[in-house]
């Protein structure tokens, strides 16, 4: 008993007196999670801009002169940095995971409040020393977002002087704050559930969040040392994955490290990292996927395991990055053997989601249409995959548009998809309002057939063999000229697809003054955070009580039930009454 | 139901596009048809459960999407649907992992009889090294590379006496005979690619990497570099010329040897080219 009595008592919670209390330095996870999504998305835009003027070079190459081979790499470098790290990163878990964790699983906040404002505000320094490198002589570093030395901290490689520095700091920086929140997000979940919340009876967003965390915390570590020994080869003229070598025709001091060793830390970072943008992803689309079709997510069991599985595997994968580069080539029997393994649970998840929907009663709203999109372009992606875990298949398509196709369907198109999905499906309960559906359903479809046009043709242009990370493709015997006309097609599909974008801000911004008021759980579902008392939920959450649970989260079409979904904070006894 | 016809109409859209795409393999031209194989099987595969995935993600939503006085069956879970899944899930990605393993333990098993060549990757350019008549290629340490050693080989070493050195970035090969690369990079990560004949690596300075492959087809194929490798990494592109075994002996024969571009060197300036090539190596090992 002695938990209720802390977590009832709303005198702990400290409520803000001033505007800067309140918005600024909050501790109010709901706050801090608006934090994390505004500076991600915003530099999300950014990203999403450097991705259009990559693209006009690739579609219109000579035409744009202030795209040289320099900057075109530093576009390259940062949108991929950005949108891997501090876009979908940062907003999954520290957007998402922020506003759902709590009013999912009964709590009144993050259970280190403070610690929890200091993770956003580091994160926003992690942002600002990354954008910074915008600025500094040289510009930023254009290694590539895999950042491989030696050529990330040689002359020869644009932004070497500063940008690579700032680069490294700023992911230093960026790990520590995930950390932060990391800790709390895993604290938050196994310590702040409200009573009759067991494990078993969690949402799946909050199992792919807690899930991804934890994975974020395993892996992320690899990817700080790997930053502060680049960072000392760098600054210091250490050796760690500088070998002796020439450069630019002259001797270096360098001697003995190794290459591949970065590449395996960064690696041991970057497989699981797919999986900690992917997890959150998973979790989040059975949950809109169950709610819209009104119906249970099926087997939502072996979905938890299947996203534990996929967790505990993806950190033995990530060598599949890596079949041809000139690691012992016989590790590759052992990648590709595990990393073809994880297609099981994953597909076990894609039958469970096409099985939720059979027999469900689907509404085709805004929500559910991302997420069906994201079940379409998942299941590209991950086909794919399968290519390129498939060891010698891989050969012929590595550092080919093949592997830019596969991974932005897989990493880039549907995490996004889900997230707009997310944010469609959550903004009654955050703003109180309703968007506009038409204006939701252009950028849908505008977004959805957009994308395909994109990534597509680019597998197809990696079957033929076209190099990737190319500023140009010049005059090459084997790539015949229609291959210059799909690059144009794809750069005028990207722009429009970029320009929808200000479709979703309109109808955010828009509604957000002038929407509609919503009702406190206008899609009927039965996950707690729709049970406040308050919509927007207030600080503290739940009034003077918390929630009690009663039942899992997918009580959705139960026969006898007077509605067809029950709260998860409905007892049983009335439900029956009411049936009677 | 738009959505639904949507999703049917990309399936289709995607098998037409597979079907008619201008983009596609470039006829191969060494032994790995094993990985031609691979993919081949992986595409069907993977089509299958493209096709039948998205057929019934379609199927579902026309059956079941939302009509007055529809409600949804309550169907918590299926074991056996749910295990049977599993199993034929198991099935399909078995068929596809085997043939990829099948042609990776060819890949990494290179034919002893294989001819050996080496190339060398710098900041933007190829040059390429054979080991000469006693089919031995001679020590190399980066320490020693200089303008008068562009290879780094060791002029104390006796095997690297009669390399074949070819600093331009054109190299030729003989027809049908098992070729191991041996790969080496001076400064950065490059990664030797030549599409037709399916099989990359990447050179990586510090060590010596290799793979191998069997020319079938005489012709000139563009080397590029498939790895990220600095601002030029888009320019640094190479021949590959397929030679029947007499035309490639004759171009072999017109190439210096190590020892021919060390005496051409040496008169010009004997003694500094000594000790910038020789004293670095020995304090260095």
Redesign the interface.
């Known amino acids: 008993m002695a938990y209720t009595t802390i977590a009832d008592d709303t005198r702990a919670l400290h409520h803000p007196k001033t505007w800067v209390g309140k918005y600024v330095w909050s501790q109010d996870h709901k706050v801090i999670a608006l934090q994390y999504s505004g500076t991600a998305i915003a530099v999300g835009v950014v990203a999403l801009v450097l991705s259009d003027l990559m693209r006009l070079q690739l579609g219109f190459p000579d035409t744009f002169k202030f795209i040289t081979?320099?900057s075109y790499?530093q576009f390259m470098t940062m949108h991929g940095m950005i949108m891997v790290i501090y876009l979908l990163t940062a907003l999954l878990l520290g957007g998402f995971g922020n506003y759902l964790i709590p009013l999912m699983l009964g709590a009144r906040d993050m259970v280190f409040p403070f610690v929890n404002m200091l993770s956003y505000w580091v994160y926003l320094v992690a942002v600002l020393v990354l954008l910074a490198s915008f600025f500094v002589p040289g510009g930023p570093t254009?290694?590539?977002w895999t950042l491989?030395p030696?050529?990330a901290i040689?002359p020869?490689?644009?932004g070497r002087d500063w940008g690579i520095i700032l680069m490294l700091a700023s992911l230093a920086i960026f790990i520590v704050a995930f950390t932060m929140g990391g800790l709390n997000y895993v604290t938050t979940v196994l310590q702040a559930r409200t009573r009759g919340m067991t494990l078993m009876r969690m949402p799946c967003s909050v199992w792919g969040i807690f899930v991804a965390t934890i994975l974020g915390l395993l892996a992320f570590p690899a990817l700080f040392v790997a930053a502060v020994m680049m960072m000392l080869d760098r600054v210091v003229g250490t050796s760690f994955f500088m070998?002796?070598?020439?450069?630019?025709?002259q001797?270096t001091n360098f001697?003995?490290?190794?290459?591949?060793l970065f590449q395996h830390l960064f690696w041991f970072f970057g497989h699981p990292e797919v999986y900690i943008v992917a997890l959150p992803a998973f979790g989040i689309v059975s949950d809109l996927i169950s709610c819209h079709?009104?119906?249970?997510i099926?087997?939502?069991?072996?979905m938890v395991w299947a996203i534990i599985v996929i967790g505990a595997l993806s950190l033995f994968v990530w060598a599949h990055h890596m079949y041809?580069?000139?690691m012992n080539?016989?590790f590759?029997?052992f990648f590709?053997?595990s990393t073809?393994?994880i297609?099981?649970p994953t597909?076990?998840k894609?039958?469970?989601w096409?099985?939720t929907?059979?027999?469900?009663?689907?509404?085709?709203r805004v929500p559910m249409?991302f997420a069906?999109?994201f079940?379409?372009t998942f299941?590209?992606g991950g086909?794919?995959g399968?290519?390129l875990g498939?060891?010698?298949?891989d050969?012929?398509l590595?550092?080919?548009f093949f592997v830019v196709g596969h991974f932005h369907m897989v990493m880039g198109v549907s995490p996004i998809l889900v997230i707009f999905g997310a944010i469609y499906h959550w903004y009654p309960k955050i703003t109180g309002r309703m968007w506009n559906t038409t204006l939701g359903q252009i950028h849908f479809w505008i977004t959805?057939?957009g994308v395909?046009a994109i990534y597509?043709?680019m597998h197809?242009?990696g079957?033929?063999?076209v190099?990737r990370?190319?500023?140009?493709?010049?005059e090459?015997?084997?790539i015949?000229h229609?291959?210059h006309v799909?690059n144009e097609v794809i750069t005028v599909a990207a722009l429009i697809v970029g320009a929808a974008q200000l479709v979703f801000f309109y109808n955010m911004i828009w509604s957000y003054f002038k929407g509609p008021k919503a009702d406190g759980n206008p899609w009927g579902a039965t996950t707690l955070e729709w049970q406040t008392p308050q919509t927007p939920p207030a600080h503290g959450n739940w009034g003077p009580k918390l929630p009690v649970v009663y039942r899992w989260a997918?009580d959705?079409?139960?026969?006898g039930a007077p509605q067809?979904f029950v709260p998860q904070n409905v007892p049983p006894e009335p439900v029956t009454a009411h049936a009677t | 139901m738009a959505i639904a016809i949507a999703i049917a109409a990309l399936v289709l859209f995607s098998i037409a596009f597979q079907l008619l795409t201008p983009w596609w393999l470039t006829p191969l031209e060494s032994n790995w048809r094993s990985i031609d194989t691979a993919l081949d099987v992986t595409m069907w595969v993977c089509g299958f459960f493209f096709v039948a995935l998205n057929a019934f993600l379609a199927l579902s939503i026309i059956r079941y999407r939302h009509r007055r006085g529809h409600r949804a069956h309550y169907d918590p879970e299926s074991v056996t649907l749910e295990r049977r899944l599993t199993v034929w899930t198991a099935v399909g990605i078995a068929a596809l992992l085997a043939p990829g393993l099948i042609a990776w333990k060819e890949f990494v098993t290179v034919p002893k009889d294989a001819a050996v060549f080496e190339a060398v990757g710098q900041q933007w350019q190829w040059s390429f090294r054979f080991p000469g008549k006693d089919g031995v290629l001679g020590t190399v340490n980066s320490r020693q590379i200089s303008p008068d050693n562009p290879f780094g080989l060791d002029p104390d070493d006796p095997y690297g006496r009669d390399d074949i050195l070819v600093e331009g970035s054109e190299v030729h090969l003989p027809r049908g005979r098992p070729i191991k690369a041996v790969l080496r990079s001076k400064d950065v990560l490059h990664d030797f690619f030549v599409p037709q004949i399916r099989s990359k690596m990447d050179l990586v300075p510090g060590t010596v990497t290799y793979f191998w492959f069997t020319p079938t087809r005489t012709g000139r194929f563009e080397i590029l570099c498939a790895e990220l490798c600095g601002v030029g990494h888009y320019t640094m592109r190479g021949a590959m010329v397929v030679d029947e075994k007499p035309a490639f002996d004759a171009w072999l024969s017109q190439q210096p040897t190590f020892a021919q571009l060390m005496a051409e060197a040496a008169p010009a300036a004997p003694a500094a080219a000594a000790g910038r090539n020789g004293s670095p190596a020995k304090s260095v090992n």
């Not at chain 1, 079709?293 to 249970?296: I, L, Q, S, T, V």
């Not at chain 1, 099926?298 to 072996?302: A, K």
């Not at chain 1, 990370?469 to 010049?474: E, F, T, V």
Request: glycine content about 12%; proline content about 10%.
């Open positions: 081979p320099s790499l254009g290694a590539g491989y030696p050529q040689l020869g490689t644009p070998p002796s070598l020439v450069s630019m025709g001797q001697n003995g490290g190794s290459p591949i079709a009104r119906k249970n099926f087997g939502y069991r072996m041809v580069s000139g080539p016989y590759g029997f590709a053997t073809l393994v297609a099981v597909a076990i894609v039958y469970n096409l099985l929907l059979w027999r469900g009663d689907i509404h085709l249409l069906i999109g079940i379409f299941i590209h086909l794919t399968l290519f498939n060891v010698s298949v050969v012929p590595s550092d080919t959805f057939l395909y597509l043709p197809y242009l079957f033929l063999g190099p990370r190319y500023y140009a493709l010049g090459t015997a084997f015949p229609s291959a799909a997918y959705y079409s139960v026969p067809d």
